[in-house]
């Protein structure tokens, strides 16, 4: 029987849940729900002095909004250093690490002589064999493992293929200060073990990293997990990510109004593909995800493709399902307390009639609270510059006969609307925009909105009429 497929993904809580970051999730996520395994959240968080609670709670939200939620209760790092020290004692006993006592001095002035004698600025191993006699009594001392010092270590990375470094270039690394605490890299190692993790897949930036870690697996007599390296995100440009690029925060994706499954398939699509497909579903990327197609070049965040992908999500979304969705998200915008405040069940029936012309002029949900705002405004109506324009001249003459015209309508839907507005054109010998336009300005205060039929029927005729009237002479 094979072993059950278990990812992880392990932030340091130092800053919010990046793009990369989140990406680094979704392919865990994505790999694990693939092969019906498990996806785990480790808080790597011993770093104390730099790591914080509003960080912590800023990754869970994050990961929460992007609905990569763990299958496990998260894994917080410095709460397992006792397991880790413990570890490091196995290693000492066995004979796998020993006591280092060089000062820090000492350490600096080997540094400095490799540098000058052209040599990698590495430890020199020289408490590596020593007996413990020679041990200055009372000295603080750091732990090291005991690193191979000959021949290659390899790894066989399911992204970068093999992956080779010679064994000369890799000191013996440190596993526990000489305070004690666990450094990282000893740390990583005993928690993927403990949580019987199968696959590392994260950055390619880690894969020096992978080195470290497979020789402490390796002196441990650990299995090593498979490694997979996943290529970095730079901006349009070729550049590092970086703020003007699109590094925010997941929590400024969602403020902008994006659809967490637009902005899974965004993710999805950085460094792995399927063929030609660029708007799919989650379920699809499940079904389709495996670490064969990730490519190995840096991939580019565009945020013009990332408008483009939501927006194909919320067209394809059901109007009742994208109205939720529009809720959900009015907490975040700047108008979303006012809205909030008058959806009554009236108000949705308005805002579902409404959808398909509003969504088919949103790439976000912030467009869409833009653009249903006429549904929201009060009596009278605040008329910006461009409208005030198109009810100029007899506009306002137009609008009265319009309003008696519409009160006579038998019902009240897109089809009748159309019909009655464009009868009541011909009947006058007028261009429809010579109607619309004015029509467009009175209904909506402005000269952009969704096809004024679709603003007529979801107002209905009673608000319809009586802003009609408003402006009217």
Same mark, same amino acid.
């Given at each position: 029987m094979s072993t059950p497929v278990i990812t992880r993904f392990a932030p340091s809580p130092t800053g919010f849940l990046h793009i990369g970051g989140a990406r680094t999730a979704l392919f865990n996520w994505l790999f694990a729900r693939h092969n019906g395994g498990k996806m785990l959240l480790r808080i790597e968080d011993t770093?104390?002095?730099?790591?914080?609670?509003?960080?912590?709670?800023?990754?869970?939200?994050?990961? %929460?909004?992007?609905?990569?939620?763990?299958?496990?209760?998260?894994? /917080?790092?410095?709460?397992?250093?006792?397991?880790?020290?413990?570890?490091?004692?196995?290693?000492?006993?066995?004979?796998?690490?020993?006591?280092?006592?060089?000062?820090?001095?000492?350490?600096?002035?080997?540094?400095?002589?490799?540098?000058?004698?052209?040599? $990698? $600025?590495?430890?020199?191993?020289?408490?590596?064999?020593? &007996?413990?006699?020679?041990?200055?009594?009372?000295? &603080? /001392? %750091?732990?090291?493992?005991?690193?191979?010092?000959?021949?290659?270590?390899?790894?066989?990375?399911?992204?970068?293929g093999q992956v080779t470094w010679s064994n000369s270039e890799l000191d013996d690394l440190i596993l526990l200060r000489s305070d004690g605490s666990?450094?990282?890299?000893?740390?990583?190692?005993?928690?993927?073990?403990?949580?019987?993790?199968?696959?590392?897949?994260?950055?390619?930036?880690?894969?020096?990293?992978?080195?470290?870690?497979?020789?402490? /697996?390796?002196?441990?007599?650990?299995?090593?997990?498979?490694?997979?390296?996943? $290529?970095?995100?730079?901006?349009?440009?070729?550049?590092?990510l970086s703020k003007r690029h699109g590094a925010l925060g997941v929590e400024a994706y969602r403020d902008m109004g994006y659809l967490p499954e637009a902005m899974r398939n965004y993710l999805v699509r950085l460094g792995w593909s399927h063929g030609n497909d660029e708007v799919f579903s989650t379920a699809q990327a499940i079904e389709w995800f495996g670490l064969d197609a990730v490519g190995r070049a840096a991939a580019r965040f565009d945020f013009a493709k990332l408008e483009s992908v939501n927006f194909e999500h919320m067209r394809n979304t059901p109007d009742e399902d994208l109205l939720e969705l529009l809720i959900a998200f009015l907490p975040f915008h700047d108008q979303g307390e006012r809205m909030l405040a008058k959806l009554d069940d009236a108000m949705r029936e308005k805002m579902v009639l409404a959808m398909p012309g509003l969504k088919e002029r949103a790439k976000t949900l912030s467009d869409l609270v833009t653009g249903a705002q006429f549904l929201f405004a009060e009596r009278p109506l605040a008329i910006d510059e461009k409208a005030a324009k198109m009810l100029e001249g007899d506009a306002r003459a137009i609008l009265a006969d319009l309003t008696t015209a519409l009160k006579q309508a038998?019902?009240?839907?897109?089809?009748?609307?159309?019909?009655?507005?464009?009868?009541? %054109?011909?009947?006058?010998?007028?261009? /429809?925009?010579?109607?619309?336009? $004015?029509?467009?300005?009175?209904?909506?205060?402005?000269?952009?909105s969704p096809g004024i039929f679709d603003v007529m029927a979801a107002l209905g005729r009673e608000e319809t009429v009586a802003r009609l009237h408003d402006q009217a002479s």
């Open positions: 770093d104390r002095a730099r790591s914080t609670d509003e960080a912590i709670d800023a990754i869970i939200n994050g990961l %929460a909004w992007l609905e990569l939620g763990a299958d496990e209760e998260p894994v /917080f790092q410095h709460t397992r250093a006792d397991r880790h020290r413990e570890a490091a004692a196995q290693l000492l006993a066995d004979g796998r690490a020993y006591r280092c006592y060089c000062t820090p001095e000492e350490l600096a002035d080997m540094r400095e002589k490799a540098r000058q004698e052209g040599r $990698p $600025p590495i430890y020199d191993g020289r408490w590596r064999d020593r &007996p413990a006699s020679d041990a200055p009594k009372d000295a &603080p /001392f %750091a732990v090291r493992v005991k690193a191979p010092r000959e021949g290659q270590t390899v790894i066989d990375d399911l992204v970068q666990p450094t990282y890299m000893l740390s990583v190692v005993v928690d993927d073990h403990d949580m019987g993790i199968t696959h590392v897949i994260r950055g390619d930036d880690h894969l020096t990293n992978a080195a470290r870690q497979a020789q402490i /697996f390796d002196a441990l007599g650990w299995d090593r997990p498979q490694f997979a390296h996943i $290529p970095l995100i730079h901006g349009p440009d070729g550049a590092k038998e019902d009240w839907t897109v089809q009748s609307v159309d019909e009655t507005l464009r009868a009541f %054109a011909e009947t006058r010998e007028l261009k /429809f925009g010579k109607v619309a336009q $004015p029509v467009r300005a009175a209904l909506t205060g402005t000269t952009a």
